[in-house]
């Protein structure tokens, strides 16, 4: 069992940055990628950016490439994801997930999910 903790959530203006952290805890060993995903309201999911955790590959949709910047700190247990530049179509629910595989370029096979956190982007 892995347990994901996201923090970092809040309310920005356009242009502005927030930096978003992930936490696991539990079998921590069976990670092998991690992944931030986002939800706006009456949107489906989508998946914003990916790593694999022990060799540090990333993976990007395209809406963000150049602005999110997904990191990690293995000695912490915890992925990052710097957003600069925030627009207020990046406003959603973001949520971590772990993958016990690593297809960077697939957002399938996620197992276990945090609870999120709420980024609000306004103009």
């Known amino acids: 069992q892995v347990h994901v903790v996201e923090s970092g959530g809040g309310s920005v203006q356009a242009g502005g940055s927030l930096k978003l952290s992930c936490v696991a805890y539990?079998?921590?060993?069976?990670?092998?990628?991690m992944g931030w995903f986002r939800q706006a309201p009456g949107k489906e999911r989508e998946g914003v950016a990916a790593i694999y955790v022990d060799v540090g590959s990333t993976y990007y949709d395209d809406s963000v490439k150049g602005r999110f910047t997904i990191s990690r700190d293995n000695a912490k247990n915890t992925v990052y994801l710097q957003m600069n530049s925030l627009k207020p179509e990046d406003t959603a629910m973001y949520y971590c997930a772990t993958r016990s595989f690593c297809v960077l370029e697939s957002w399938t096979g996620y197992g276990y999910w945090g609870q999120g956190t709420q980024v609000t982007v306004s103009s």
């Open positions: 539990g079998n921590i060993y069976s990670i092998v990628c």
